[in-house]
Nanobody, 122 residues
Framework: QLQFVESGGGLVQPGGSLRLSCAAS????????IGWYRQAPGKEHEGVSCISSDGSTSYADSVKGRFTISRDNAKNTVYLQMNSLKPEDTGAYVCKAVFGLCVFPLPDMKYWGKGTLVSVSS
């Protein structure tokens, strides 16, 4: 079982920034493509960004130019830097190993963790 712990969420005003962390425990994250997904209130999970094991990245159109995904293999952690946040970015952000192409649309997942909550509002 690939276990992740998401952190870094919080309440932020529109235009603000947050950096989310996805820490892996019990396995080496460097060998996997990792995707960030989010679930807005009342909506289904959607892919936000993905980073391949070789470091290549992809993004949903809605976050391009605002979000940056990165990985620090020495820390066994993937990050999502979120800038210029909008109210529509609100949701629970979850990271998952992606067993397929790290391109959009990202693969859907059967099971979801609770993630870290991001609330963008005035």
């Amino acid at each position: 079982q690939l276990q992740f712990v998401e952190s870094g969420g919080g309440l932020v005003q529109p235009g603000g920034s947050l950096r989310l962390s996805c820490a892996a425990s019990g396995f080496t994250l460097a060998y996997y493509a990792i995707g960030w997904y989010r679930q807005a209130p009342g909506k289904e999970h959607e892919g936000v960004s993905c980073i391949s094991s070789d470091g290549s990245t992809s993004y949903a159109d809605s976050v391009k130019g605002r979000f940056t995904i990165s990985r620090d293999n020495a820390k066994n952690t993937v990050y999502l830097q979120m800038n210029s946040l909008k109210p529509e970015d609100t949701g629970a952000y979850v990271c998952k190993a992606v067993f397929g192409l790290c391109v959009f649309p990202l693969p859907d997942m059967k099971y979801w963790g609770k993630g870290t909550l991001v609330s963008v509002s005035s």
